[in-house]
């Protein structure tokens, strides 16, 4: 077991725990910051804790996501990620098996 405060946390892109199947992490972004086209084997759920982001995907589609929000999404799909202010979240993955 491992407890985190996001609070505590120092860094923009750190990865709080880890399991065969499932990663979550934190991510700080400044207004502006980009996350470039990528893409994970599975599912994901984007929580967002501070600010607001735009989450675009290559099939076109984008969903623009604010404090409070969470969102759950096929990761496989290429996403890229945009701040549109200051922004914190955390993304749990959980992957597909083999």
Do not use: C, W
Not at 62 to 70: G, N, P, T, V
């Amino acid at each position: 077991m491992k407890k985190v405060n996001i609070r505590q946390i120092e860094g923009k892109n750190v990865q709080l725990f880890a399991e065969d199947m499932m990663k979550v992490f934190y991510f700080r972004f400044d207004k502006g910051d980009k996350l470039p086209n990528h893409s994970h084997n599975g599912l994901g759920v984007m929580q967002i804790i501070e600010g607001s982001i735009i989450l675009r995907f290559d099939t076109g589609e984008q969903i623009e996501l604010d404090k409070d929000d969470i969102f759950e999404f096929n990761t496989s799909v290429i996403h890229n990620i945009e701040a549109k202010e200051d922004s914190k979240l955390i993304l749990t993955l959980a992957s597909y098996s083999n």
